[in-house]
């Protein structure tokens, strides 16, 4: 369990959260919600240290992370796949999954390398390839591909639709969607409220660095006009 308690973050005058308190059941997939700039990637950022957090806690499975730098935070078993998916350009798509197992050590690396090589068959078949030569789909992919190789017990994935043709985007939530099943906890930040509440179990919706509204999905399929009300739709 992944459990998010009052947690403010401020970027100087600016205060892109609020008070925020989400809780993220093991093996589930939740869904933030929010408009440009409700602050969606900050809740991210600062589960994976990338943020300072100005107030309140973070605890993993029992154990408080926030505090902790990126890399310790990536050990504890948390992986973000960041917003703009930051595939390197230059280095092959190998060399790119590879940089996703920077913070671990031992003789599984190589077996997971292959077990998601065939998770991402578009991307298996371009392994020499330079990172720059995939479409945004591929790479994508190879964005989830790389936080599967930190061997993650929760994934963080912000704004995977991004830019992406819908037919991309059912395909990559289909991806997401075998993650959760491999006991894999799921954290997704989305502008695209009618696809997370295709995929998510419970979600929230950020509006001004606050909690709005909460609810399972299908408390959420009664609301829609709520939704994109918060949504500014
Ligand atoms: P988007 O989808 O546009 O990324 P978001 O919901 O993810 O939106 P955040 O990126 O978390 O929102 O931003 C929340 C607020 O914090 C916004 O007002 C943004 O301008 C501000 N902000 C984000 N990063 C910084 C930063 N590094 N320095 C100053 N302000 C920032």
């Given at each position: 369990m992944l459990e998010v308690s009052g947690l403010s973050v401020r970027y100087g005058a600016v205060e892109?959260?609020?008070?925020v308190s989400i809780k993220v059941g093991t093996g589930s997939l939740v869904a933030i919600l929010g408009a440009n700039g409700a602050g969606k990637s900050t809740l991210l950022r600062a589960i994976s240290g990338i943020a300072r957090v100005t107030a309140g806690t973070i605890v993993l499975d029992g154990k408080t992370i926030s505090g902790l730098g990126a890399q310790d935070i990536v050990r504890r078993g948390v992986a973000h796949v960041p917003e703009g998916r930051g595939i390197f350009p230059d280095l092959t798509v190998k060399e790119n999954l590879m940089m996703g197992a920077y913070a671990r050590r031992g003789s599984k690396i190589s077996a997971d390398y292959s077990r998601i090589l065939a998770m991402f068959p578009p991307v298996a078949r371009r392994e020499r390839q330079f990172g720059y030569t995939l479409s945004g789909g591929e790479q994508q992919m190879l964005a989830i591909g790389r936080a599967l190789m930190a061997a993650p017990r929760v994934l963080l994935a912000d704004e995977l639709s991004l830019g992406l043709a819908p037919i991309i985007v059912k395909q990559v939530f289909a991806k997401l969607e075998e993650v959760r099943k491999a006991g894999i906890t799921v954290l997704v930040v989305e502008q695209n409220a009618r696809l997370a509440m295709k995929f998510a179990d419970y979600l929230y919706v950020l509006k001004y660095g606050r909690v709005v509204m909460e609810g399972q999905r299908s408390e959420f399929e009664h609301s829609a006009a709520l939704v994109d009300a918060y949504l500014g739709v």
């Open positions: 892109a959260l609020r008070d």
